[in-house]
């Protein structure tokens, strides 16, 4: 399980006095201030072509009445930048000079399903995938059930399953009675994001090497990683842009993995700051790496693929969420939706 510090007070007060209160315990319920000069930043990398019709951009009116009507809340979280006049990527290389963050320990993709509209940083830079590679594993076993190879009734035996912590898997053992259904595999991997019941799916499929082989089916990066290299677990953003396209089109058929996702970390990553929205979102931390993969039900839903290293100085021997780069990943979130917010949102 992913034990999270406490992120700081005053970062939590702020966030509550914003949008109210949440339960944000462990266990998920059912239930520079100074705007940044176009000159100030590097050119731009996104993929939105100027010819694109003009319904399909938010007019200068438009994006001053979300920046006026947001301008409390910006100017609260101190993130008060030129948002209707910088791109996403110009967006977030000012948060992170202001933030003291070299550039080259984020990597992000963005997209607009409705639009297409896309813009990413580090997108073939290689990241950590930390327990994100839960995602597309449990996508690949939704696939098999669906084509009829197994049954979500099926018990199967767990007491030989790989393990990364043994207390961790005699302790399903020992709850499971020695074995586990695909549904409870699928929660406890995706709702609490444990390695036993994740490494029992992957035996499904012939273990976790033979289904990284197969998660080409969602996609494949342009860069030198094409999904996850199983030896290292690095990946990029510019692949798991993919995976959530591919689950945002097909939300019927990964209902219960997106039901899973919902329930998981309320309140935390993604929803730090997002409380009042829907996110549907797979965290993922270990040693160095903090990431989450999310769809963001904003008025215009949107995906985001969102991996970061030595945030808050974590490295590869960390053993905990670093608070201080806890909180640098939750800003990150909170200026990529108020880009959004300012520029697509409303966009059909």
């Given at each position: ?31 520079s ?43 609260a ?12 990527v ?143 677990n ?35 990553y993604?929803e ?22 999310a ?5 215009s ?48």
């Amino acid at each position: 399980m992913i034990a999270l510090l406490a992120v700081p007070f005053l970062v939590y007060f702020v966030a509550r006095s914003l949008y109210g209160s949440q339960n944000v315990e462990d266990k998920p319920s059912k239930s520079s201030t100074v705007a940044k000069k176009m000159s100030d930043i590097s050119p731009e990398k996104a993929e939105i072509s100027p010819s694109l019709p003009k319904e399909l951009l938010k007019s200068e009116e438009a994006k001053q009445a979300v920046m006026e009507a947001d301008r409390p809340s910006m100017e609260a979280m101190g993130l008060a930048y030129d948002y209707a006049h910088m791109s996403l990527v110009q967006v977030v290389e000012a948060y992170l000079a202001d933030a003291g963050i070299d550039p080259s320990q984020v990597a992000f993709s963005y997209k607009n399903p409705a639009t297409g509209h896309t813009f990413s940083m580090n997108e073939t830079q290689p990241m950590t995938a930390g327990s994100t590679y839960k995602l597309p594993l449990n996508m690949l076993v939704v696939d098999a059930v669906v084509e009829g190879q197994f049954t979500l009734t099926e018990r199967f035996d767990i007491t030989k399953t790989d393990y990364e912590y043994k207390f961790e898997h005699d302790a399903y053992v020992n709850q499971f009675g020695g074995a586990m259904t695909i549904p409870d595999m699928q929660e406890y991997s995706l709702v609490y994001s444990e390695n036993t019941p994740a490494y029992a799916l992957a035996e499904r499929l012939g273990g976790l090497d033979a289904a990284f082989a197969m998660m080409d089916k969602y996609g494949q990066s342009k860069g030198e990683i094409p999904t996850i290299r199983s030896e290292d677990n690095k990946t990029t953003t510019d692949f798991y842009i993919q995976v959530l396209e591919h689950l945002y089109r097909n939300q019927e058929k990964y209902a219960d993995i997106i039901y899973y996702m919902d329930m998981s970390f309320p309140g935390k990553y993604y929803e730090t700051y997002l409380t009042h929205l829907r996110v549907v979102q797979k965290p993922g931390y270990v040693g160095e790496a903090l990431n989450v993969d999310a769809m963001v039900f904003e008025e215009s839903p949107y995906l985001i693929a969102l991996y970061t290293r030595y945030l808050g100085g974590s490295t590869e021997y960390s053993n905990e969420v670093n608070g201080y780069g806890y909180m640098q990943l939750t800003g990150l979130t909170y200026v990529i939706n108020q880009w959004h917010r300012v520029n697509e949102n409303g966009l059909a």
